[in-house]
């Protein structure tokens, strides 16, 4: 920056840190921009004066920017610091965990071998209490536990743990035998149950066979009475049919007969009661067409009084209207007069207004 662009010098970098460290250690410099703006007499009544101010001013917005640049690449430059810092931290952390795992790794694979060689004791040992587990075996499989829990060696392979592994198979083999001694007795009461089950179920069965056979015998008797009872009824039941045939037949043509003069006896009065009816419906025909004829007339009167009533009606209330327009007109004349109208124009102006002759006025009936 050149110094035509800037009122006061930037500390150099050698120094600019110490500055900018030190509590108002910019202040020569901004002491320096100061007295070259009270130095400077504005004059804005000629345009180059008016320049001149703007140039100052110009001239103190470069220093603050020249200024800030110095301070900013000072920070840039310390952040960069604790970068390097962390990345070489990084580096020996790295590095002596490599060394720490290569000093350690024959410990390691030791442990790893160890940790091994003590699990397959366990597992072992596991196996032998595993074998204690005879939830739903039968005595059979027991003994075949029994048997697999005998033939295991316990001996100076389990090393330390060949005492535990004595234990354990000592205990199993307790447990073993224990369940082996309540199975035998359980399956033992099974098997009596079982037999005396069987002996019930032969037994019953030896009775429902004897109640089939007796229940076959008494229906096969029972069977051979209800035939011959059947047979019995069979012929007494064709008895009584024939007879009632014959009585139903003697009734039938009783019944024939008896129909036969009803018939003719109804058909006679059918006849007569048609004759009544005809006679009747004639009377009745005549005695509809007098009252017909009469209710024609007595019609015809009511219309002609009706319409002489509305005639009469009409003509009253033509009259009373004619009585009440009057005595309106009359009123409205009267006060025409009174207001100092002469009569005859009142009368003239009461009637143009009767006839709606005169705009915007009208007498209310």
């Known amino acids: 920056m050149s110094a035509s662009n800037e009122l006061a010098a930037v500390p150099p970098r050698e120094t600019a840190l110490q500055v900018f460290q030190v509590p108002n250690g910019l202040e020569p410099y901004l002491q320096k921009i100061r007295d070259e703006i009270d130095a400077f007499v504005p004059d804005v009544s000629?345009?180059?004066?008016?320049?001149?101010?703007?140039?100052?001013?110009?001239?103190?917005?470069r220093s603050k920017t020249a200024l800030d640049n110095v301070g900013k690449e000072l920070v840039a430059e310390l952040k960069e610091i604790p970068k390097k810092i962390d990345a070489e931290?990084?580096?020996?952390?790295?590095?002596?965990?490599?060394?720490?795992?290569?000093?350690?790794?024959?410990?390691?694979?030791?442990?790893?071998?160890?940790?091994?060689?003590?699990?397959?004791?366990?597992?072992?040992?596991?196996?032998?209490?595993?074998?204690?587990?005879?939830?739903?075996?039968?005595?059979?499989?027991?003994r075949f536990k029994i048997s697999q829990t005998e033939a295991v060696v316990v001996d100076e392979g389990f090393e330390e743990f060949e005492s535990e592994a004595h234990q354990v198979k000592a205990k199993t083999l307790e447990s073993l035998r224990a369940s082996l001694t309540k199975q035998e007795k359980h399956e033992a009461q099974q098997a009596e149950m079982e037999r005396l089950r069987e002996e019930v179920a032969?037994?019953?069965?030896?009775?429902?066979?004897?109640?089939?056979?007796?229940?076959?015998?008494?229906?096969?008797?029972?069977?051979?009475?209800?035939?011959?009872?059947?047979?019995?009824?069979?012929?007494?039941?064709?008895?009584?049919?024939?007879?009632a045939?014959?009585?139903?037949?003697?009734?039938?043509?009783?019944?024939?007969?008896?129909?036969?003069?009803?018939?003719?006896?109804?058909?006679?009065?059918?006849?007569?009661?048609?004759?009544?009816?005809?006679?009747?419906?004639?009377?009745?025909?005549?005695?509809?067409?007098?009252?017909?004829?009469?209710?024609?007339?007595?019609?015809?009167?009511?219309?002609a009084d009706a319409a002489a009533a509305e005639i009469l009606r009409q003509q009253e209330a033509r009259e009373a209207d004619k009585a009440h327009r009057a005595s309106i007109n009359r009123a409205a004349l009267d006060a025409?007069?009174?207001?100092?109208?002469?009569?005859a124009c009142a009368k003239q102006a009461v009637t143009l207004i009767a006839q709606r002759k005169i705009p915007n006025i009208a007498i209310s009936y």
């Open 46 to 61: 000629t345009r180059k004066g008016r320049e001149a101010i703007a140039s100052i001013a110009y001239k103190v917005a």
């Open 89 to 142: 931290r990084k580096r020996m952390r790295d590095t002596l965990d490599a060394w720490q795992e290569e000093v350690r790794r024959p410990l390691t694979a030791w442990q790893a071998a160890e940790d091994d060689r003590v699990d397959r004791h366990q597992a072992r040992i596991q196996q032998l209490r595993d074998l204690m587990d005879v939830e739903t075996l039968f005595a059979e499989g027991i």
């Open 202 to 243: 032969a037994r019953e069965q030896k009775e429902r066979e004897e109640r089939i056979a007796r229940e076959a015998e008494d229906r096969a008797r029972r069977e051979a009475e209800q035939k011959a009872q059947a047979e019995r009824e069979a012929v007494q039941r064709r008895e009584i049919e024939a007879k």
């Open 245 to 303: 045939a014959a009585e139903r037949r003697e009734l039938e043509l009783k019944l024939q007969a008896e129909q036969a003069e009803r018939a003719r006896a109804q058909a006679e009065a059918d006849r007569a009661a048609a004759e009544q009816r005809a006679e009747q419906q004639r009377q009745a025909a005549a005695l509809q067409a007098e009252r017909d004829i009469e209710l024609a007339r007595e019609e015809e009167r009511r219309r």
């Open 336 to 343: 025409f007069i009174a207001g100092g109208m002469p009569e």
